[in-house]
């Protein structure tokens, strides 16, 4: 099956800093989403970016379909921002399965 | 709030108990999800049900079975589970299985923190 991997896995950052996460994927891919979980385990979604860059606020993602990753940049970070961020994505011609990355938790200290 | 509702919020059993999670969306999707969140794993998908028929079944174990009454409601019904089936159990709802951004995007519930001793 596809392998979704993201980097780090771990990220400590200040408030106010910027951050770039990655999600590489290992095949073609029709569906990628990105997802924040906070500490009380509730899952919101971020973008829907199969292909293309889209911007919300602080928060801005980019995916190269054809190079098979996605990034995902935080900039000015808040501590509000710390949880697990997740990449999901679902296989071009597969089943309707999203197959999530093992996830990176970012950590904003005041 | 993401107009999914999960009930209830926590749930500890024993080995030989019976119980039901229950989920709720209230955003008038035609699909909807059960994963299991176990510590250091990712999130594997369990079910999928689409205008209530089941579509997906990842090789979950029979001691887990849901039932998708209407396009509103899921449940998944626990019985003689094992401790490594403690977990955090989430569901998600979409608008249909596919069709894009409007239609894929998956809300998810608050989830169920189940314990089993």
């Known amino acids: 099956g596809i392998q979704v991997e993201q980097s780090p896995p771990d990220l400590i950052l200040q408030e106010g800093a910027n951050s770039t996460l990655r999600c590489n994927f290992s095949d073609s891919v029709n569906n990628l989403q990105w997802f924040h979980q906070n500490p009380w385990g509730q899952l919101i979604n971020l973008f829907y970016?199969?292909?293309g860059t889209k911007q919300n606020g602080r928060l801005s993602a980019t995916t190269v379909a054809t190079e098979r990753y996605s990034l995902l940049y935080i900039s000015s970070s808040q501590t509000t921002d710390s949880g697990v961020y997740f990449c999901?994505?679902?296989?071009?011609?597969?089943?309707?399965?999203?197959?999530f990355g093992k996830g990176t938790k970012l950590t904003v200290n005041p | 709030e993401t107009g999914v509702t999960q009930t209830p919020r926590h749930l500890v059993m024993g080995m030989t108990n019976k119980k039901s999670l229950k989920c709720e969306q209230h955003l008038g999707h035609n699909a909807m999800y059960w994963y299991k969140q176990s510590a250091k794993k990712p999130l594997e998908l369990m079910f999928v049900?689409?205008?209530?028929?089941?579509?997906e079944n990842n090789s979950v174990p029979s001691r887990f079975s849901p039932e998708c009454p209407n396009s509103s409601h899921l449940f998944l019904h626990l019985h003689t589970l094992q401790p490594e089936d403690s977990a955090l159990y989430l569901c998600a709802s979409s608008q249909d299985l596919a069709g894009g951004w409007d239609e894929e995007t998956q809300y998810f519930g608050p989830g169920t923190r189940l314990l089993v001793l």
């Open positions: 970016i199969p292909s």
């Open positions: 999901a994505v679902k296989v071009e011609g597969g089943s309707e399965k999203l197959v």
């Open positions: 049900y689409s205008l209530e028929e089941r579509v």
